[in-house]
């Protein structure tokens, strides 16, 4: 009797043992994470095209960082470039998410420099608003009408910290094909986001 005592006292220490290290071991066991890695493309400057006609004639930057429009749009009328529009920066509030008819982005590193950015847009609304998140030097706009007018819009290369301002107002109501914006980060980076809305 009693080495069957001692035979059971021997087992359960031995269970006790076994599980108190399983739940150590559960505690400790390895975890694999995930990192995300950004992929880092070699940055690519080309020369900065303005086209005949072009209302701004102070000196632009000679080489940029070209990045094409998510979607392509053309424009079937001859461009007519419209008098200069001088940016007066006003901070505002977006209009309300169904009014909105368009909304694209674009993220600038610091290390690119100046960057030709373009949103191919072709949608009817009154009114244009950019969103900035992160410092960001901004050179000037252009937009461009379906019936090729171009109205550019010049930031003089001044600098704005984040927020959501109006980049351009049409109470009529006009179809924008497309929208061109020269800016260069201050940031580690920086976001530029368009709306058209009606």
């Known amino acids: 009797m009693k080495n069957l005592k001692t035979t059971l006292l021997s087992l359960v220490i031995i269970v006790a043992s076994l599980f108190s290290s399983a739940a150590s071991l559960a505690q400790h066991r390895p975890v694999a994470v995930r990192h995300r890695i950004a992929v880092r493309h070699p940055i690519v400057r080309t020369r900065l095209v303005v086209r005949a006609g072009h209302p701004l004639r102070r000196v632009l930057p000679a080489t940029v960082v070209f990045r094409p429009a998510h979607r392509l749009v053309n424009v079937r009328a001859p461009l007519v470039f419209l008098p200069l529009l001088a ?84 109470a009529d109501g006009r179809r924008v094909s497309t929208v061109r914006i020269l800016a260069a980060s201050e940031s580690d980076d920086a976001k530029l986001t368009v709306y058209l809305s009606k």
Not at 104 to 110: C, K, L, P, R, T
Not at 126 to 141: M, P, Y
Not at 147 to 162: A, I, L, M, P
């Open 87 to 170: 940016w007066s920066p006003t901070v505002v509030t977006l209009p309300a998410r169904e009014r909105l008819v368009f909304e694209d982005s674009e993220q600038i590193e610091h290390d690119e420099g100046w960057v030709d950015t373009n949103f191919g847009i072709d949608g009817v609304g009154n009114a244009l608003f950019l969103s900035i998140v992160g410092k960001t030097k901004l050179n000037f706009a252009e937009v461009t009408f379906a019936n090729g007018n171009v109205q550019v819009v010049d930031f003089n290369e001044k600098t704005h910290d984040s927020g959501m301002y109006r980049l351009l107002d049409f």
